[in-house]
């Protein structure tokens, strides 16, 4: 063969490897390893640090675990018990001492919140909140006063939103409803270059602050019940303007993810849900490249919605509902993309699964498999032992903890949206404020 003929068969070859091949029904996942955490860890992992992470946190009302990628406990800290219904308090982590290391941001639904060092669990602070939080607490942060280190954002019960600053006082509460804000987004929503604080509450509005806690704006979304979501911000269409979505837990067939400007709150579009959803919103991405919104919900259901607001697919899966947000990565290195989501339990005949792989193109199911007593938990996907090829983590609400694998290889274009803490907008830093607003 001349040498031009092989260059040229060496060419085609590497492009045709490079192509999506018609997807498949995916085998049985390997085993990578497993471990018993013990207390009831009612979340989704996080991994950490947030750049090239080597660990996972795993964290519920009053308790901080840390994993590293072999499946060993690092450690495990108990925050003290807490009371009432929801014990759910999912884990963050951020830099609130602006040493360049990240922290973890833990707590209790009574009302209090802590930082703990991530290397041993120490706790560096804790603050006391006048009251309760909202039963499904997810604190989120960022720079809000401009002097280097990440303020920490939480909602109660009673319509108050908290920013808690690095020493963990408090540096300012705002309250524009009163009742059941849910956990708070935090992104520069109306590209000003300030990071802005989402959030929807039981009152059917969708609410955005600036960072010292004034009101941006406020979407009246009747008769949605915003309260229970987790706002999603994302530029679904590209055009560098932020969409801010929610998720309604009251019943709106039909409609019930909102899809609202992020600059002034106007609704945009809504999408389909059919029964009532809660933290089931995730990004993914389809075969042509083009961003799309997953609404889950707790009849299984799975929507995929266009950045116009067209459904591309739909799906309904055994157990009851999907309750938090699904990933998408290319698990199996076929060079298509896939959706993994987990469901609430079984069916309640004690059959079915309890997690699916979908095509994340056209939303055929690959595979189904059966997580024992996997409860609320979401999964998250990323080569967390460093081997080179790719887990999916999976937390039953025992804390038994499993690492799967299909075989995928970690590259930098198998995963699109990994894990429920990646960010999907830009937060960036405020400028140096003072005279923060007075609790």
Request: glycine share 12%; aromatic share 10%.
């Amino acid at each position: 063969m001349r040498f031009s003929n092989l260059l040229w068969f060496l060419i085609f070859a590497a492009l045709w490897m490079t192509l999506p091949r018609e997807s498949v029904a995916l085998g049985d996942p390997s085993i990578v390893w497993t471990l018993e955490l013990g207390p009831q860890f009612a979340e989704c992992p996080v991994p950490y640090p947030s750049e090239s992470p080597n660990s996972l946190i795993f964290a519920t009302g009053g308790h901080v675990a840390r994993v590293d990628g072999s499946g060993k406990i690092l450690f495990q800290v108990d925050l003290g018990p807490e009371e009432g219904r929801g014990m759910m308090f999912w884990p963050s982590i951020a830099d609130v001492d602006g040493d360049g290391m990240e922290e973890i941001i833990a707590g209790r639904n009574d009302g209090f919140v802590y930082a703990l060092n991530a290397d041993d669990g120490d706790i560096l602070w804790e603050c006391q909140l006048p009251e309760r939080l909202t039963n499904y607490e997810w604190a989120d942060s960022a720079d809000l006063d401009g002097d280097g280190r990440a303020e920490v954002v939480v909602t109660t019960m009673y319509g108050w939103v908290y920013a808690i600053d690095d020493d963990g006082t408090i540096l300012w509460g705002s309250k524009m409803e009163d009742y059941r804000p849910s956990a708070p987004t935090i992104a520069d929503i109306d590209s000003d270059g300030e990071p802005e604080i989402v959030y929807g509450t039981a009152t059917r509005y969708m609410i955005a602050l600036n960072a010292q806690g004034d009101l941006e704006w406020a979407s009246f979304q009747p008769p949605h019940h915003l309260g229970r979501t987790v706002p999603l911000v994302a530029d679904l269409d590209k055009d560098g303007q932020a969409e801010v979505f929610g998720m309604s837990s009251m019943l709106s067939p039909g409609k019930g993810l909102v899809c609202l400007n992020g600059s002034d709150g106007d609704l945009l579009w809504y999408g389909l849900t059919i029964g009532k959803a809660y933290s089931g919103r995730a990004l993914t991405r389809f075969a042509d490249g083009s961003l799309g919104v997953l609404s889950c919900d707790k009849g299984g259901n799975i929507h995929a919605h266009q950045s116009d607001g067209a459904l591309r697919w739909h799906n309904r899966l055994s157990g009851r509902g999907v309750h938090n947000p699904p990933v998408t990565a290319d698990i199996d290195g076929d060079g298509n993309l896939e959706v993994v989501a987990t469901v609430r339990d079984t069916s309640t005949d004690g059959e079915g699964y309890n997690w699916y792989v979908l095509n994340a193109d056209t939303g055929e199911i690959l595979g189904a498999w059966n997580h024992p007593k996997l409860g609320f938990m979401g999964p998250a996907v990323l080569d967390i032992d460093r081997d080179g090829d790719l887990e999916v983590i999976l937390c039953s609400k025992e804390g038994t903890v499993t690492a799967y694998s299909f075989g995928g290889p970690a590259i930098p274009e198998s995963i699109a949206f990994g894990h429920v803490r990646q960010r999907t907008f830009p937060v960036r830093v405020a400028a140096p404020h003072e005279d923060p607003k007075p609790t």
